[in-house]
Each structure stands twice: as C-alpha cells, then as structure tokens.
C-alpha cells in the first residue's frame, strides 16, 4: 500500500484518482489544487507517490517537481 498525495487543479479528476488509488488498495494522504500548494503538501505530507498534473494555475507540474526535487 503507497500513501499518495493528488495535484491537480480540476477537482473531477482529482476525486476520479483518489477512487481508483483507493480502490486498489492505496491510502490518498492529501489532495492540492495546484502545483504551490502540492509543494507545500508534499513537505508536510511526505508521500510515498504524488500523482501530479502537468498543466495548473500558480506553478505547473513541471516546475512543482522540479522544486520538490531540490528539497
């Protein structure tokens, strides 16, 4: 079982990935909107997989994961 955090900034697809993470075992440990919060919920949450958008307002998934990988 991964603890998983889902980034993206439409909630339909977020809810649709928390279902089928759940419903394969795994434990959805938070959600972001947006790739600044899903930083920050990273730092706090410390998943084991973050499932990640590529394209959202404030800081796209690119660049989230490029920060997430500097700390």
Do not use: C, W
């Not at 947006?34 to 919920?41: D, L, S, T, W």
Request: no cysteine; hydrophobic share 50%.
């Amino acid at each position: 079982m991964a603890r998983i955090l889902i980034v993206d900034d439409a909630s339909f697809m977020r809810l649709v990935l928390r279902n089928i993470m759940q419903s394969a075992g795994h434990e959805v440990v938070g959600e972001a909107a947006n790739g600044q919060a899903g930083v920050e919920k990273y730092m706090e949450l410390k998943p084991d997989l973050t499932l990640m958008d590529m394209v959202m307002p404030e800081l796209g998934g690119v660049e989230a994961v490029r920060k997430i990988r500097e700390l």
